[in-house]
């Protein structure tokens, strides 16, 4: 790096421009679907500024800032992020997230929510974008901010959003989680719904109800976290099952756990009906299989609990899934593959499948899960097995699927070398580079925008995707200071 950016690699960098955006954002509900008062406000931000932009039907909207070269080179560089959040919350929460605003505090080195996400995923993308739009300091090239909707569920804001007007082709994405990586590609995706209806049947006087819970894992992100041995209690829910089916007579009444397809879960619960008879021997069972969970899991276990509760009898409800479907449904969870079905040798996940949402609607229940692969060949080989150990097997399922775009980083690019210079600089110590096991909207920008060369970074966000996340504000200023060297790097001659 040449000597005059000396004074930009010593600068003090001031981050409470990118703190007061995010504190704003965080007072708007900005769930998946629903972002058109996050829209709203950036709208008003670039309106403020007197800044161009461009927003589509779709609530995707783009800004566009000049360079702040006197004599302008052709050179434009396109910030990219999305406006949704995913959101969870503790079981105790009353936290409504289509009105109320999160309730945002700092303890230590970490910016929190309280009993929620806290939506740095990726709202702190967003307020460092505002940051250097609003900025007169940082020195930049043309840069054209993209802010898409929806990213956290159907991607339908890249996948819709026009962007024939960008001539940019680097793209700096916010949408990273890890201070000491450098993500350069990412995973594609595809989003399954199995649906198995069958029949409902009254239960006899001599079966009581009763209510199975297995709670207190950790969950987090389906792609970051998926190799971390954080276990699915949906999963184990469907063992539990299994194991009680092979001793006793049972049927489900119903069944439901986790959220979201892209959230490991955290907790499941499932209503069965058995023999009066046999309540004390499936007590001892539940007592037994919440040790195994304890030694299956080493690490966070000290919350993961197995329980069981006696339910009242409700005069008219004795019904429940007949015993031919609560098999059925017990077989097709246990038979499911859940977590890393293939990694490369530094143990890196490429391919992996996430049951993320488990739900019964009358005479139906609902199996949602998604598969992530950065080896498409693999891929293939895991759906083959799911076709023939569960959808050849039973007639009665339906299935819905849907698809997402990987994106394949280029073995060359200057870019990416620059920035990784940069980062040598700065830092003191080498990147990791990545290819990425997270799904990203880089994917679809990658159709779109011929020779685009991408790159995502972020400052280090803990426990995405589940209550305890939160994101470290050293590393939020190391970054944003990174991120303005790279804009000045890029707007020299």
């Not at 890249?158 to 995973?187: F, H, R, T, Y």
């Not at 959230?263 to 023999?275: S, T």
Request: hydrophobic share 35%.
């Amino acid at each position: 790096m040449k000597s005059e950016n000396k004074q930009i690699f010593d600068k003090e960098i001031d981050i409470n421009e990118v703190l007061k955006y995010f504190y704003e954002i965080s007072k708007i509900p900005r769930m998946s679907g629903k972002e058109e008062k996050i829209t709203d406000y950036i709208e008003e931000f670039a309106k403020v500024r007197n800044l161009e932009y461009i927003r589509d039907k779709y609530n995707n909207i783009i800004i566009f800032k000049e360079s702040t070269r006197e004599n302008k080179n052709d050179e434009s560089v396109i910030l990219q992020c999305h406006l949704d959040m995913v959101c969870e919350k503790e079981e105790n929460s009353n936290h409504n997230f289509e009105k109320d605003g999160l309730e945002i505090y700092i303890e230590d080195d970490y910016i929190k929510a309280k009993n929620t996400t806290l939506g740095a995923d990726n709202g702190i993308g967003i307020a460092i974008i505002l940051a250097i739009l609003s900025s007169s300091d940082v020195n930049h090239p043309k840069i054209e901010a993209i802010f898409t909707v929806e990213e956290e569920t159907t991607m339908l804001g890249a996948q819709k959003i026009d962007v024939s007007m960008l001539s940019g082709k680097k793209m700096i994405c916010l949408d990273n989680m890890s201070e000491e990586e450098l993500w350069v590609g990412c995973a594609g995706a595809k989003i399954f719904e199995y649906e198995i209806k069958g029949d409902i049947k009254k239960i006899n006087n001599d079966n009581i109800l009763i209510k199975l819970g297995i709670n207190g894992f950790m969950g987090g992100h389906s792609g970051k976290d998926i190799g971390k041995n954080r276990g699915n209690p949906i999963k184990e829910m469907g063992n539990l099952l299994y194991k009680l089916y092979n001793k006793y007579t049972i049927c489900i009444k119903s069944i439901y756990g986790g959220r979201k397809v892209n959230v490991i879960p955290r907790q499941c619960y499932c209503e069965i009906y058995i023999k009066s008879t046999d309540f004390e021997a499936v007590l001892n069972e539940i007592k037994d299989y919440n040790k195994y969970l304890k030694e299956k899991i080493v690490e966070n276990n000290e919350n993961i609990n197995v329980t069981i509760e006696k339910m009242k009898a409700i005069e008219n409800d004795s019904y429940s899934f007949d015993l031919k479907l609560s098999k059925e449904i017990i077989n097709i969870l246990n038979q499911m593959k859940n977590g890393v079905y293939y990694e490369d040798k530094y143990k890196n996940p490429l391919v992996s499948l996430n049951i993320g949402k488990i739900e019964s609607i009358k005479n139906k229940i609902k199996i949602s899960f998604s598969i992530r692969t950065n080896r498409e060949k693999i891929e293939k080989k895991l759906e083959e097995e799911l076709n023939n150990n569960i959808i050849d097997k039973y007639d009665n399922i339906k299935v819905k699927k849907s698809e997402l775009e990987g994106y394949e980083h280029k073995e060359k690019s200057d870019f990416v070398d620059k920035c990784k210079i940069i980062y040598n600089k700065y830092f003191n110590r080498e990147p990791r580079v990545i290819d990425m096991h997270i799904c990203l909207e880089a994917g679809f920008f990658g159709a779109k925008i011929k020779d685009l060369d991408f790159i995502a970074i972020a400052p280090n966000i803990y426990d995405a995707h589940s209550p305890k996340e939160r994101c470290s504000l050293s590393s939020l200023k190391k970054i944003y200071n990174y991120i303005i060297l790279i804009l000045d790097e890029l707007n020299k001659k």
